[in-house]
């Protein structure tokens, strides 16, 4: 018998207790008087205290639920189908009922909008405060993928948060665009398309390039031969300044809004192969009150960036 008040003398009575290797004896805890498990970790020893009473009661709780919740939800899968419980509840139903109630309150603030009064509803700020929240999400969802989530555009996509319009950027005109597209599959899209100039000579696609660069700084020439050049092969789109159109689909050359770059690169790249944008048409898939939300959405990004430019020294 050891005289050592840590260790129980009978180690018969549970085998699988730690066992102290010395002495043969069952290690106790001299703090809490639990057994040890043998675990050690830098000198921590766990112990081999007793299962959480509450712990215990938490599991036996659940388990009634489940019983419970058997019985009265919807819970056993058989076949095709399921058992509905007592109380009858089937949560497709719910959800359906729920998205009615919304689309149902949905219809009736949009309800302007698909009347597509654009004056009536920009004069309604208790309507259009609510209406470009929506009208944001909408955005992030079907537009900010190529346009940007603040409309600046990117390589290849225009601006939308700018003055810079090839068709207008009244929200009817907008509308207008998304309805139909641009070089989208539909017989009235709006159609764009720069074609390739590779039939000029190498030479002649150098100098159309660095007359497209003069004219962003404003050193172009027109009297020069580099001018001659860009009014026989450009400027039935562009213009004779280069300042673009509406309607066309051609882009001024004299600002920064340019989508492919105007950089000497960029333009001979433009030349030689040509360029042709697409946007889908979003009739296919909006709704006539989406697409007049989205358009007046966007007609806010393009004033407050004009804002933004007019306030700038």
Request: hydrophobic fraction near 40%; include cysteine.
């Amino acid at each position: 018998m050891s005289d050592d008040p840590r260790l129980n003398p009978d180690p018969s009575r549970d085998p699988a207790q730690q066992i102290d290797e010395e002495t043969g004896h069952r290690e106790i805890d001299p703090v809490t008087g639990y057994d040890t498990t043998g675990h050690d970790w830098n000198g921590i020893r766990e112990l081999n205290t007793p299962f959480s009473r509450i712990a215990l009661w938490a599991m036996i709780l659940t388990f009634l639920y489940s019983v419970v919740a058997w019985i009265l939800l919807p819970a056993w899968p058989y076949g095709s189908s399921f058992t509905r419980g007592v109380l009858g509840l089937d949560q497709q139903t719910m959800a359906d009922e729920r998205f009615a109630r919304i689309a149902a309150d949905r219809a009736g603030w949009m309800a302007p909008f698909e009347a597509g009064d654009f004056e009536a509803a920009q004069a309604d700020p208790m309507l259009m405060g609510p209406a470009m929240l929506a009208a944001d999400r909408l955005y992030q969802d079907n537009c900010a993928a190529c346009h940007g989530t603040d409309g600046a555009g990117g390589p290849g996509y225009p601006a939308l948060n700018d003055a810079h319009w090839l068709w207008g950027g009244t929200p009817e005109i907008i509308a207008e665009t998304l309805h139909v597209g641009i070089n989208a599959d539909r017989d009235d899209t709006r159609f764009a398309q720069m074609p390739a100039f590779d039939y000029l000579e190498r030479r002649e696609r150098h100098a159309l390039a660095d007359y497209v660069v003069a004219l962003k700084d404003g050193s172009a020439d027109p009297e020069s031969d580099d001018g001659v050049l860009f009014l026989d092969n450009c400027s039935a789109c562009h213009g004779d300044d280069g300042a673009g159109g509406y309607e066309n689909g051609a882009p001024s050359l004299t600002d920064d809004a340019v989508i492919y770059g105007q950089d000497r690169d960029s333009v001979l790249e433009t030349l030689r192969y040509g360029r042709q944008g697409v946007m889908p048409a979003w009739s296919d898939r909006l709704s006539e009150g989406d697409i007049n939300l989205l358009a007046l959405y966007v007609a806010t990004l393009s004033q407050e960036g004009e804002a933004e430019e007019g306030a700038q020294p």
